[in-house]
């Protein structure tokens, strides 16, 4: 059975870094595009970056510049690497994983055929 499983969350300070990471299992993921989603207290999901399997990648605009997405497709994982973070950075964070080609379907959630339970991270102000 496919499962994804979030690690790495937790409370930082305004400007601090954490790194998340996805431990996919139950198939291959290496042709899966997969990507980082968050969701905010009384907001909707929103997308924060994704990764083609190919290495293509994709941020929201919030993100850019401060996250990284990598994979490493010989341990199915998948990472963010997060820094100069911000209270407004604050959710809980799912990854994702689907059989996507149109980098436009890379930032939304219809596309992700498989996903996490998410890990919470808060950043303090």
């Known amino acids: 059975q496919e499962e994804l499983v979030e690690s790495g969350g937790g409370l930082v300070q305004t400007g601090g870094s954490l790194r998340l990471s996805c431990a996919a299992s139950?198939?291959?993921?290496?042709?899966?595009?997969m990507g980082w989603f968050r969701q905010a207290p009384g907001k909707e999901r929103e997308f924060v970056a994704a990764?083609?399997?190919?290495?293509?990648?994709a941020y929201a605009p919030s993100v850019k510049d401060r996250f990284t997405i990598s994979r490493d497709n010989t341990k199915n994982m998948l990472y963010l690497q997060m820094n100069s973070l911000k209270p407004e950075d604050t959710a809980v964070y799912y990854c994702?994983?689907?059989?996507?080609?149109?980098?436009?379907?890379?930032?939304?959630?219809?596309?992700?055929?498989?996903w996490g339970q998410g890990t919470q991270v808060t950043v303090s102000s």
């Open positions: 994702g994983a689907g059989r996507i080609q149109s980098p436009v379907r890379l930032t939304t959630d219809l596309g992700y055929d498989y």
């Open positions: 139950g198939r291959t993921f290496n042709t899966y595009a």
């Open positions: 990764i083609q399997w190919s290495g293509g990648r």
